[in-house]
T-cell receptor, first 114, second 114 residues
Framework: DSGVTQTPKHLITATGQRVTLRCSPR?????VYWYQQSLDQGLQFLIQ???????AKGNILERFSAQQFPDLHSELNLSSLELGDSALYFC?????????????FGSGTRLTVV | AQSVTQLGSHVSVSEGALVLLRCNYS??????LFWYVQYPNQGLQLLLK??????LVKGINGFEAEFKKSETSFHLTKPSAHMSDAAEYFC????????????FGTGTKLQVIP
């Protein structure tokens, strides 16, 4: 157990739908990062939050949004889902806003869009 | 900006043979470097990290990596491969200053042949 909790572990939904992925960072970590991993695109950075505020944005689609709440858990919202959104979505956390200590990853949410 | 290049998307070794996974980095500032391992259907797990304390870094499961500034390399090695080492390995880099996030390489899948 890495200390980063992601729910749900698996999600199957239809095209056009909206889903919410949840992440609880490791205790004491202030930053949350969201990544998408697919066979053709590899590991893609989506977005980072630090202590409730957006810190960095990567290749995140406009249909996707995220937020970090006062208790530091984060949610990634995916809307108007397409078949190509099927992927593993990882959340990672770190104690600071940068990468000097590395990240701790959760076990991921496998999203299947049918 | 930082980046890493992993040479070889797939590497095969025989059980008991040396494991060598190559990583070259590019960074405009002194880097922090990491190796992560991902087993099937799991999240990424930190294997080891270089943060300028020592050029030879020892990690978990018998892996080690050597930081070579002159070659801008941070190759991962293990003297004797075990079947359980079969996984995907990611090299990653972060700048040492401020809020610089971690940038991941494209990954190398290690196959261990019995």
């Amino acid at each position: 157990d890495s200390g980063v909790t992601q729910t749900p572990k698996h999600l199957i939904t239809a095209t056009g739908q909206r889903v919410t992925l949840r992440c609880s960072p490791r205790s004491g970590d202030l930053s949350v990062y969201w990544y998408q991993q697919s066979l053709d695109q590899g590991l893609q950075f989506l977005i980072q939050y630090y202590n409730g505020e957006e810190r960095a944005k990567g290749n995140i689609l406009e249909r996707f949004s995220a937020q970090q709440f006062p208790d530091l858990h984060s949610e990634l919202n995916l809307s108007s889902l397409e078949l190509g959104d099927s992927a593993l979505y990882f959340c990672a956390s770190s104690v600071d806003g940068g990468g000097r200590y590395g990240y701790t990853f959760g076990s991921g949410t496998r999203l299947t869009v049918v | 900006a930082q980046s890493v290049t992993q040479l070889g998307s797939h590497v095969s070794v025989s059980e008991g043979a040396l494991v060598l996974l190559r990583c070259n980095y590019s960074s405009s500032v002194p880097p922090y470097l990491f190796w992560y391992v991902q087993y099937p259907n799991q999240g990424l797990q930190l294997l080891l990290k270089y943060t300028s304390a020592a050029t030879l870094v020892k990690g978990i499961n018998g892996f080690e990596a050597e930081f070579k500034k002159s070659e801008t390399s941070f190759h991962l090695t293990k003297p004797s491969a075990h079947m359980s080492d079969a996984a995907e390995y990611f090299c990653a880099v972060s700048g040492s200053g401020g809020y610089q996030k971690v940038t991941f390489g494209t990954g190398t899948k290690l196959q261990v042949i019995p």
